[in-house]
């Protein structure tokens, strides 16, 4: 990542670790850019989150060039795998849509990015998008034979529903299909690769800190795919 260029040298986080572990692509867009009262506050938010890491930060998940998800022999990185967590400290108070007061479920939030190869996308995107897919594609094939009015009319000449029917019937066996493979793929999948980010060595260590994925999926973790890293964020650098 290239180097940054900072300005704003009143600021008590000017190049300090503080500064390097926000890595903002400038001091404008910081969120200790405001004021100085500001600049003590997030110091103080990344205090509470250093103290919830394993780690002194999270370089080991992207700076290497083999994927991170592999098990077994680690493939070539082609691409980042990106995703939010949280964990539930330090604890937060806010307010309810009744404006009571509330405890607020997720205390800390940290972007993760991790070395991925094409495999590894693969196989999520694969188990992300299987069950909706094949049902879409098999409406999508059905509405086109239905369209033919031939068709069309040689089975409402049987009976007027018939159309209807075979369209249901259709979908939901390509329903069915794709939950009975996704099962299946799941079972293979699973013994090559970290479907679940969080049992990967390195983040399986931040999940016993209290780290959870906020978006989750089924049994899969819900990942975005990059070409390249952030370009800013909190222990992007």
């Not at 986080?13 to 969120?31: A, D, I, Q």
């Not at 849509?97 to 939030?109: E, Q």
């Not at 060595?201 to 899969?220: C, N, S, T």
Request: net charge positive.
């Amino acid at each position: 990542m290239e180097d940054r260029i900072y300005t704003n040298t009143a600021c008590p986080l000017y190049e300090s670790n503080y500064c390097r572990r926000l890595n903002m692509v400038k001091c404008e867009v910081c969120p200790a850019f405001s004021s100085k009262s500001q600049a003590e506050q997030v110091r103080e938010d990344m205090d509470e989150i250093a103290a919830l890491l394993p780690y002194e930060d999270l370089s080991e998940l992207f700076h290497s060039d083999r994927c991170a998800l592999c098990k077994g022999e680690a493939k070539e990185r082609v691409c980042y795998a990106m995703t939010d967590l949280g964990n539930a400290q330090p604890e937060r108070t806010g307010r309810n849509f009744l404006g009571m007061k509330t405890k607020i479920r997720i205390g800390s939030i940290l972007p993760v990015q991790v070395s991925c190869c094409k495999d590894c996308r693969k196989k999520h995107r694969m188990l992300t998008y299987l069950r909706l897919l094949l049902p879409l594609a098999a409406a999508v094939v059905m509405l086109v034979l239905l369209s033919v009015i031939s068709i069309r009319e040689s089975l409402a000449a049987i009976n007027i529903l018939l159309p209807l029917g075979i369209f249901v019937l259709v979908v939901g066996a390509a329903v069915i299909i794709a939950l009975a493979l996704e099962k299946r793929l799941y079972k293979a999948y699973n013994s090559e690769t970290h479907l679940n980010i969080m049992e990967q060595p390195h983040l399986a260590k931040m999940a016993d800190m209290g780290w959870f994925e906020i978006q989750r999926g089924r049994k899969i973790s819900q990942l975005i795919f990059a070409k390249g890293k952030l370009k800013q964020g909190l222990y992007t650098r």
